[in-house]
């Protein structure tokens, strides 16, 4: 963490709060008189050194001012102090907590001089970021938001901890409503804006794809004068998010995908072992690198990357190769070789961390393209995904052709919605359903056999991530999968 991330005056002088602690000998012991090398709002992460936020979400952040500064502390921005809070523990004391953090956030982006990227879009958000984690760092210090804080609170903490000399910064920002981008975008002001595709997520509140990619085109609406937009040229609603990206004013704009029209364009694409080689047009010109993540769906992430690390000023040249690096995380691709109890070892694909029909349908495509070893299996585990409204019973079902199409041997789903495709899928394929991922735990275990390969991908209420942790206790035989490609 960075030392000295935020003085006691700095920050302050960022909230308008008052520097005060509660009790104490104030003749003894200045309260003012502290520094910060980073931020946290919650204890079981918080560092020694780090400033506490007490954030009121779902738990009330207050109540933990005691453990925070038993972790160590370097001091609490807080509404209140409680009675159990240390005496002459340093506190900044703001009206409100998370407009105080909001206003840690504005002065941290405007201290800083670097280039700000903000990524959206309803699939493949944070494998963008981490990939420019990686691509922006030979050509300097690179802030990312952490996990995936990309809502009203994560996006001004990751603001917040931005480092003022860090040259490039990236940042997640999700929704689940029309109108919620626009604030989170308009605080991190970005250089580079991106959308990464427009798909059926969330269309229980939006109920068209078309009112998604409005509320994804929100985005643009906090780009920096003579800031750029990054497009995907494939999708469907190129042309209005084109439109908004031009309303709002941006003064350039690059695309990828692999429409022959993209400015960043995917040629060609191997899977190679657990990564994929890519054969690009970069406007105009050839560039061919690796990425060390399998999917086609993940070559088309790396040029939205690329092309954002040039719209920011990177070299290209050093970007491409430095995604060579880039891993999937854990629940978006991430690979593992497991033991299995009857000997042997599969290998587990894990995408549990949500889904959609855009992004179930490339992890499955991804299923395909791995090749298992003499005797195994392409095995599917897969969760209802949640949120997509009065359409949803189909486009589960919808999903049988995908399965068909990458070779899956073995099916096994959990949830009501999953059954419209258990029902579509063909009887030779289908091997168990249940109205819950844990009752497909011990089925899935016991099916398993050496060389099959295992994709497990579900919404986070499905809970299929429980499957995923109950493969892990059987050990894992390395830190990452020797699957072969095609």
Same mark, same amino acid.
């Given at each position: ?59 009330? %952040? ?9 972790? %160590? ?35 941290? #982006?405007?201290?800083?001089? $670097?280039?700000?990227? +903000? ?13 420019? /984690? ?27 901890? !931005?480092?003022? /000399? ?54 643009? !609406? ?20 084109? /439109? #908004? ?7 350039? @704009? ?20 657990? $990564? ?37 000023? +990177? ?20 690979? #593992? +070789? ?7 070892? +599969? ?29 195994? #299996? ?72 050496? $060389? ?14 429980? @499957? ?19």
């Amino acid at each position: 963490m960075t030392s000295g991330l935020w003085t006691a005056y700095e920050a302050a002088a960022a909230t308008g709060g008052a520097l005060c602690a509660r009790g104490g000998d104030p003749d003894r012991w200045i309260a003012e008189e502290w520094a910060a090398g980073g931020v946290s709002i919650d204890t079981r992460t918080l560092k020694k050194g780090e400033m506490f936020v007490a954030l009121k979400d779902v738990r009330d %952040g207050h109540d933990f001012l005691a453990a925070a500064f038993a972790k %160590g502390a370097s001091a609490a921005l807080v509404e209140r102090a409680p009675d159990d809070t240390p005496e002459g523990a340093p506190l900044l004391l703001v009206p409100d907590a998370l407009e105080g953090l909001r206003d840690l956030a504005r002065a941290a #982006r405007l201290r800083n001089f $670097g280039k700000r990227i +903000a990524v959206t879009g309803s699939a493949g958000k944070t494998s963008v970021k981490e990939m420019l /984690r990686c691509a922006l760092a030979p050509s300097g210090e690179v802030h990312a938001s952490d996990k995936s804080y990309n809502n009203h609170w994560g996006v001004p903490l990751s603001l917040a901890r !931005l480092p003022m /000399r860090a040259e490039f910064s990236v940042f997640e920002i999700g929704m689940n409503h029309a109108g919620e981008i626009t604030p989170l975008t308009r605080l991190v002001a970005p250089h580079v804006a991106i959308i990464t595709t427009v798909a059926q997520a969330h269309l229980e509140f939006f109920g068209t794809t078309e009112k998604i990619a409005e509320a994804k085109a929100e985005i643009f !609406l906090g780009l920096s004068k003579g800031g750029a937009a990054i497009l995907p040229r494939d999708n469907e609603h190129y042309a209005l998010l084109l /439109r #908004r990206a031009e309303e709002a004013g941006a003064a350039r @704009i690059l695309t990828f995908g692999e429409d022959p029209e993209a400015d960043f364009r995917l040629m060609d694409y191997a899977i190679d072992g657990e $990564g994929g080689l890519i054969k690009a047009s970069v406007r105009g010109a050839p560039l061919a690198y690796r990425i060390g993540a399998p999917g086609r769906h993940q070559a088309i992430n790396s040029l939205a990357a690329l092309a954002a690390a040039f719209a920011a000023g +990177a070299s290209i040249e050093r970007a491409a190769r430095a995604l060579r690096r880039h891993r999937p995380a854990e629940g978006r691709g991430a690979r #593992r +070789a497991i033991h299995l109890p009857r000997g042997g070892e +599969a290998i587990l694909v894990d995408e549990s961390y949500n889904a959609n029909p855009a992004s179930m349908a490339a992890a499955i495509a991804l299923l395909g393209a791995q090749k298992p070893e003499r005797g195994g #299996r392409r095995v599917a585990v897969l969760g209802e995904m949640l949120e997509l409204g009065p359409d949803a019973p189909a486009l589960h079902a919808e999903l049988a052709p995908a399965l068909v199409a990458a070779g899956v041997d073995r099916l096994y789903v959990a949830g009501d919605l999953m059954r419209h495709l258990w029902e579509k899928a063909p009887a030779e394929m289908r091997a168990g359903a249940a109205s819950s991922a844990a009752g497909l735990a011990e089925a899935v275990i016991a099916d398993l056999r050496a $060389g099959d390969i295992v994709m497990i991908k579900g919404s986070n209420a499905s809970k299929v991530s429980e @499957i995923v942790r109950r493969l892990d206790d059987l050990g894992e035989t390395g830190p990452r999968a020797r699957a072969g490609g095609e």
